[in-house]
């Protein structure tokens, strides 16, 4: 038997490179568009959550002025004000809904993402 040169001992580990190249390629391109994803997700849970908190404000602007003219005998406390915030707080629930959801995909995002870094 004769030894082998430096050529023959690379050709096997060329060979894992070149089948694992396209392999690790796509695995990469699969965590950047998960974690594009996941900067997307943060976006629009944030802006679901800004939706909320001024849906709340609107709410709460509703309840003081509710309050003030209940106070007020000159004016009739009337039902509007209720409605309008009966209408709100179904608005809010909606979007808390929403936003429930938008966290849930958050951490499937994350749990994708650390899947794939183990590798």
Do not use: N
């Not at 309008?84 to 929403?98: H, P, S, T």
């Amino acid at each position: 038997m004769r030894p082998l040169d430096a050529d023959e001992e690379q050709e096997p580990e060329q060979d894992w490179e070149r089948l694992l190249s396209p392999v690790l390629d796509a695995v990469r391109r699969d965590v950047t568009a998960l974690k594009r994803e996941h900067v997307r997700a943060h976006l629009r849970a944030r802006r679901k959550l800004l939706e909320i908190e001024s849906l709340l404000d609107e709410i709460k602007s509703e309840v003081e002025a509710s309050e003030e003219s209940a106070l007020d005998p000159a004016r009739s406390p009337g039902s509007e004000a209720e409605e309008r915030v009966m209408k709100l707080c179904e608005k809010v629930e909606k979007k808390a809904v929403e936003a429930a959801l938008m966290g849930k995909r958050i951490v499937e995002i994350h749990q994708q993402i650390d899947s794939y870094e183990c590798c």
